[in-house]
């Protein structure tokens, strides 16, 4: 029991307790100023109070896993904006398709070295998971490889790992403006910044879009005489070359597609004219947007030799200054529909070679020696 002479003074320390931690809690909210370091310092309840979510404001959206599944995966790529943000970097999506360790990766590092920046490109690779990758892929290829499947000629599964490709490329990156396929025999002939210009600078896709081609009915019915019908008629079917340069607009018209990829996306009965690749995103780009592409490849290619489906391979000896010279001054086969329109006529264009294929692993070595004073020199010999 309370001493009679306590009682009043606990009465009135209980009156004023609440007055006192009101006004204490006042003091932390407003800050206490610190003449020390000259700023209003915040006390551990004013910071809480702060981080606190405003009830007013959306909740912070995680954003969801990237599907493993083609049919989600691009579903989901399908949904992004088809337009590159105002005012932001354009960027190149590098996209490799192989089946190997890239040969000429030290090759590709000296060009992406010669970059301005770091931030005008990203790189993707899709690697068959079935097949053995020694050496790793390292440099600016470590860490880029997406989650990938089989791919094998004279099956729809190359086509399928181009789509998977963009697909990935597409979520990854807004600023992803043009999307350009490789294969582990590509190598640059120019410069980082010639390139990037070259590409990012056109509204267009670069694509090779062929009509009334050799052997294109024998094409056209590799899945069976009417497996194509009635969505893609033998006069809406293309050929071209599978290496190509797509806007972002495409890039996601190809994510889009259900109805002529289902087509393409069948067992082929003839094996020997089998070739999706080389097949589908022609057909497509030429029955949904063909003012919207330029009808050529960037990628040169010598199809004087055609050794079973190959076109010529550069070997060692045969690379010297003079060979990739006149790669350069090469002019790409545009497509014969006249599509360009009002923009310029096919025949007035000359569109610069970037690219070139294929050459040999062991031609590296010239490669790399001539490099700085050849490849990434872009007044090279006057080329």
């Known amino acids: 029991m309370l001493s009679p002479t306590l009682f009043p003074l606990f009465c009135a320390l209980f009156l004023f307790l609440p007055v006192a931690v009101i006004f204490t809690v006042q003091r932390e909210l407003t800050g206490v100023a610190s003449p020390e370091f000259g700023f209003r310092s915040l006390s551990v309840f004013s910071l809480y109070a702060r981080n606190v979510p405003d009830a007013s404001s959306p909740p912070l959206r995680t954003p969801p896993p990237i599907p493993k599944d083609d049919e989600p995966l ?5 949904r992004v904006n088809p337009n590159h943000p105002p005012g932001s970097t354009r960027k190149v999506a590098f996209m490799y398709i192989t089946t190997t360790p890239l040969p000429f990766a030290p090759l590709w590092e000296m060009f992406f070295n010669g970059s301005s920046s770091k931030d005008l490109y990203n ?4 690697a068959d998971p079935t097949r053995d990758y020694d050496p790793v892929f390292s440099g600016v290829f470590s860490n880029r490889v997406i989650h990938s499947k089989r791919s094998e000629r004279y099956t729809p599964t190359l086509a399928a790992a181009a789509r998977r490709l963009m697909a990935h490329a597409l979520l990854d990156d807004p600023q992803n403006y043009i999307f350009a396929l490789f294969s582990p025999s590509c190598v640059p002939i120019r410069s980082f910044d010639f390139t990037y210009k070259t590409l990012v600078s056109s509204r267009k896709s670069f694509i090779e879009i062929l009509k009334d081609e050799p052997w294109q009915l ?8 009417d497996a194509m019908l009635p969505e893609v ?7 071209g070359s599978q290496f190509w340069a797509l806007t972002r607009r495409h890039a996601r018209m190809v994510a889009r597609d259900r109805r002529i990829w289902e087509k393409f996306n069948k067992t082929c009965v003839r ?3 089998c070739y999706p690749e080389e097949n589908y995103f022609p057909t497509l780009m030429n029955m949904r947007d063909p003012r919207g592409c330029v009808p050529a490849t960037l990628t040169h290619v010598d199809w004087t030799v055609n050794d079973g489906g190959h076109p010529r391979m550069y ?3 045969e690379v010297v200054a003079e060979l990739i010279v006149r790669l350069r001054k090469s ?4 497509g014969e ?21 294929k050459f040999s692993p062991e031609s590296l070595e010239p490669l790399l020696g001539m490099a700085k004073s050849v490849l990434f020199n872009d007044s090279a010999c006057g080329a």
């Open 123 to 126: 790189v993707y690779i899709h």
């Open 337 to 357: 529909d006249g599509i360009n329109g009002s923009d310029w006529s096919v025949s007035k264009r000359s569109d610069p070679f970037l690219f070139a294929r």
């Open 233 to 239: 008629k033998l006069e809406d079917f293309r050929i």
């Open 74 to 78: 691009l579903r989901l790529a399908s």
């Open 315 to 317: 070997e060692a000896e």
């Open 271 to 273: 094996e020997d004219t």
């Open 331 to 334: 002019k790409p086969r545009y």
């Open 218 to 225: 024998e094409r056209w019915a590799a899945r069976g005489d």
